[in-house]
């Protein structure tokens, strides 16, 4: 979502020639894709040791288009575990990069800085604090807030977005946020509709549970299990659909503030694999 809506906006303002690796949005958004990013998407160790070979392949494919095409600038969005060796690629050809929504070294893994200093020209940092921290480490940085605070907002009354929905705008909404990749779903939802139907069996007066997912995620979701629990489903909502309409909860991640303030009330999970 963030790096196709960067491409939208750096085409309409300067109409460069994009290339790099995403998914249905980034190709929706023009970008000519060398890889699928839905290859790397990985959610705990077992997954990542499972994705290293596909990482390395396409981390080599990145580096060989990169060299053959010599590009201005290289935007680099999120996921540093993929894009931070990527940077190490890029710059030894010389490529200016620029990395966007950058690794929290304030949370964990602080010792990346010192890559960063080395292989990047400019971070773009989502959170104010944030800019202090790359400053001092010597790294040129701005801050630009975060991507998804415009995209939260709405302006269609409640009772008619929950009417287009279905939905009893009488009664109390619970929107669940599972996430977006499958992986991350199938850990995160199970317990996200258990918890719902538990509170559902003991609240007065009884709520609705509107499960908000995307296409693809939803038809891989198990037929018997969307049967046997009174949820509406939805494809294709976030948050931003539900701005102050619904009490949130929400899996972790970059999505999580924006997802947060944006609800009457909220909740972060966080699942792992036993």
């Keep these: 979502m963030h790096a196709a809506r960067l491409a939208r906006a750096l085409q309409a303002r300067s109409g460069a020639n994009i290339f790099g690796m995403g998914g249905a949005r980034m190709n ?14 990985v959610l705990g160790i077992t997954e990542v040791i499972h994705k290293v070979p596909t990482v390395l392949k396409i981390l080599r494919l990145l580096r060989k288009e990169a060299a053959r095409r010599r590009p201005a600038l290289a935007v680099l969005v999120d996921s540093p575990g993929t894009n931070l060796p990527l940077a190490k690629k890029l710059h030894r050809l010389g490529v200016p990069v620029v990395y966007f929504i950058a690794p929290q070294v304030w949370a964990w893994r602080p010792w990346r800085i010192r890559a960063m200093k080395k292989n990047l020209s400019r ?3 989502i959170f104010p604090f944030e800019e202090e921290i790359y400053r001092n480490a010597g790294i040129p940085v701005d801050f630009v807030g975060h991507p998804l605070v415009d995209v939260v907002k709405s302006n269609v009354p409640r009772t008619d977005f929950l009417a287009a929905q279905g939905l009893d705008a009488s009664r109390p909404v619970v929107a669940l946020l599972p996430g977006s990749r499958p ?21 007065r007066p009884q709520f609705t549970m509107a499960a908000a997912l995307c296409g693809r995620a939803l038809l891989a979701w198990p037929p018997e299990r969307r049967v046997a629990t009174q949820v509406v489903w939805m494809v294709e909502l976030s948050m931003g659909s539900f701005e102050r309409r619904a009490t949130a ?12 303030s944006a609800a009457r009330a909220g909740v972060s999970t966080l699942a792992m694999r036993s």
């Design 28 to 41: 929706d958004a023009g970008v000519e894709l060398v890889a699928d990013a839905k290859d790397i998407a």
């Design 183 to 203: 992986t991350e779903i199938s850990l995160n939802l199970p317990a996200m509709l258990d918890a719902c139907e538990s509170l559902a069996r003991d609240l």
């Design 123 to 125: 971070v773009l940092v």
């Design 249 to 260: 909860l929400a899996s972790g991640g970059v999505f999580n503030i924006p997802s947060m």
